[in-house]
């Protein structure tokens, strides 16, 4: 008899969450970067967004202090993820439309198998896991390709360049997390990894940006109150959580379905474009999704059980 794929219902109720969630963080994150140093407001988001969760533990006092290996690789995970994957995917707003930003933040699952490959990881995609993956890169290229022809444009040379470190570093940060286990909360990770990722973010953020300049308007305290709220608290908890019960690249899918959102918010709220090319893209994009978890669920068949 094969064994059947079995990832937890909560598992994949994590992931739609982060695939919905985020699609939405990409418009707030623009607004506040608009008016605010990008360091310093991925800072201050995840600082607040981790003193909240710590919170929550500290006063059932259910923090391990004296776990100093746990507490480390923790804060090691907030350095890849938060402080260079996020804080530097603001960094790239500055140079980079919203929009263009969601497309090109596609390719993190080609980052994942690349780096699962580089690492010798038995967590990797088959042949048909990376056609799905460049199936989705085209349906993703389709809708968006007269952005990104624009976006081509020297000028936006910086903005690509620092969303590919924050990409790797991401997708790094994302696949060490699963190489030890704990039995700790994963909530209290997601914690302990925005408070460490934020910390560190400010500290580069205080000799690299200038503060004096920022504008705090309204827009950008309700942009900041969503991002920690619902951004953070929520959807990057969700992460954390699909990250530990499914494969990390079966959980990148989420990067597929987040410039969708994102156009939809867009077109909404910003009346943009949404068309037949949209339509046509969606099935591209849910047909290499299809593949990729179709590459997993053949892997999982093989395995023959007692």
């Not at 090691?76 to 530097?88: D, P, Q, V, Y």
């Not at 696949?175 to 700790?184: F, G």
């Not at 077109?267 to 591209?284: P, Q, Y």
Request: proline share 4%; glycine share 6%; charged share 10%.
């Amino acid at each position: 008899m094969s064994a059947a794929p079995s990832y937890p219902f909560k598992a994949w109720l994590a992931l739609a969450a982060v695939c919905i969630i985020w699609g939405t963080t990409y418009m707030a994150n623009k607004v506040g970067v608009t008016h605010v140093p990008p360091l310093l407001f991925s800072a201050i988001r995840q600082i607040i967004a981790g003193v909240l969760i710590l919170t929550w533990f500290m006063l059932r006092n259910q923090i391990p202090w004296k776990d100093r290996s746990y507490l480390r690789f923790q804060a090691t995970i907030g350095f890849f993820m938060l402080s260079i994957g996020n804080g530097l995917s603001l960094v790239a707003l500055r140079y980079l439309d919203s929009g263009i930003a969601a497309l090109l933040s596609a390719a993190l699952p080609i980052v994942f198998v690349l780096l699962n490959l580089a690492m010798r990881s038995d967590d990797r995609l088959s042949w048909s896991g990376i056609m799905g993956i460049s199936l989705g890169m085209v349906g993703i290229t389709f809708m968006s390709w007269d952005e990104l022809h624009v976006s081509a444009d020297s000028s936006y040379t910086w903005g690509l360049l620092f969303l590919l470190i924050a990409l790797s570093s991401w997708a790094y940060g994302s696949l060490i997390s699963k190489s030890r286990t704990w039995t700790y909360p994963v909530f209290l990770n997601a914690g302990i990894q925005m408070v460490a990722g934020g910390c560190i973010t400010l500290t580069f953020s205080y000799p690299l940006e200038t503060w004096s300049d920022m504008q705090w308007l309204p827009e950008v305290t309700w942009a900041m109150i969503y991002l920690v709220l619902i951004g953070s608290l929520i959807a990057y908890s969700s992460y954390m959580y699909a990250l530990a019960h499914m494969p990390a690249t079966i959980v990148s899918i989420y990067s597929y379905i987040n410039p969708l959102i994102a156009l939809v918010v867009g077109w909404a709220i910003l009346d943009e474009r949404l068309d037949s090319r949209v339509g046509i893209a969606t099935l591209l994009i849910l047909g290499g999704v299809y593949l990729v978890n179709h590459d997993y669920l053949r892997k999982r068949k093989r395995v023959r059980i007692p």
